[in-house]
């Protein structure tokens, strides 16, 4: 009788172990998130940011957390929808330009500022410094996985552009209300346009040019039509993965942790630095063809730029009530950036 009971609390132990929490959880399948991106497979963000990132991240939760790709925008092409493709949960985690979504992320044009930022990666960490802050807008739903300021935009066109009277009357494709200030302060006529839109339009006529950053020059094609680059530093603008924070919440504890290990900062500078390192190899791969123009104004061409921008800067504090806070902020996040 003892036998039996003393096997019947063994196989009783056993079964518990079986069916402990924790080894529930290693017997379980992953929890699968979507990514998805409306750029090419073969485009910068997606092969050498995403596609690493998410190999890191599922081998460092192998059995806990894996993530699917979808690239080329085989969730949703419209750059324009990129943020309703996250709220609709069609993807749980996306690629967003927060330029095309400035009825939520109304702050982020303070990285649209001419004349501020040089690297990516001094943007982006001016960018984190802000949130911290919790001075910019638009995110409270959101969680960042990781976030980027692209390369500084230059002015990209069909015809030579060295001073602001040169873009008198020409069609300029922009993103964002201070892109479109901008250029209309040069005389231009603004048109606004999502970038996969652009290659096909100059070479139509539709427009002469844009005001781009060299990642998107190459991706999607529009160094075949524009030919001329003029290097004023027109800003940037930030790129962003993110999940709503709903989702995020929902997760079991072990994913969430795997997640955390690589969101925010990690991603941004792992991004960031890689996004430096590639703008230098493009701009020198242009500097070699003789087909392109690159053109680098000069110091009093220089102050020209400045006197027809800087009003259209000066004046956005009644555009948004927060600008001279933001602006401020944004400096001094600028300056900490670079002194590390």
């Known amino acids: 009788m003892k036998k039996r009971f003393l096997g019947i609390m063994i196989a009783a132990v056993f079964m518990f172990s079986m069916w402990s929490p924790k080894t529930m959880v290693a017997s379980a399948e992953p929890v699968v998130l979507k990514l998805a991106s409306f750029e090419p497979p073969q485009g910068f963000n997606v092969s050498k940011v995403f596609i690493p990132l998410v190999e890191k991240i599922n081998q460092d939760g192998k059995g806990v957390i894996k993530i699917e790709t979808f690239f080329g925008g085989t969730l949703g092409r419209d750059v324009l929808q ?103 302060a040069c005389g231009g006529t603004p048109i606004a346009m999502p970038i996969t839109k652009v290659a096909e339009n100059i070479s139509r006529g539709v427009i002469e040019g844009t005001i781009s950053d060299w990642n998107g020059m190459q991706t999607f094609r529009i160094n075949d039509v524009a030919k001329y680059h003029c290097q004023v530093r027109m800003g940037t603008t930030l ?23 690589y969101r925010g900062k990690y991603t941004s500078v792992f991004w960031a630095e890689r996004m430096d390192e590639a703008m230098d190899g493009i701009r020198k791969k242009i500097t070699s063809d003789p087909e392109h123009e690159l053109y680098k104004p000069t110091a009093e061409e220089l102050e020209q730029w400045k006197a027809a921008l800087n009003p259209v800067i000066e004046s956005w504090d009644k555009e948004n009530e927060r600008w001279d806070e933001l602006i401020r902020a944004y400096e001094k996040g600028l300056t900490l950036a670079e002194d590390k």
């Open 82 to 184: 990129q943020l309703q493709l996250l709220k609709d949960g069609v993807a749980d985690i996306v690629h967003i330009v927060n330029a095309y979504h400035p009825g939520q992320l109304v702050d982020d044009q303070v990285v649209n500022t001419p004349f501020m930022a040089e690297k990516c990666l001094d943007c982006t960490l001016a960018v984190d410094f802000l949130q911290k802050k919790n001075l910019m807008r638009g995110y409270d739903d959101l969680v960042i996985i990781g976030q980027i300021c692209l390369d500084q935009y230059n002015i990209h066109t069909n015809f030579p552009v060295k001073v602001p009277s040169d873009l008198k009357n020409r069609k300029i494709r922009t993103a964002g209300k201070m892109q479109h200030a901008l250029v209309l």
């Open 239 to 261: 790129l962003m993965l993110a999940m709503m924070k709903k989702k995020y919440e929902s997760l079991p504890a072990e994913a969430r942790a795997v997640l955390d290990r």
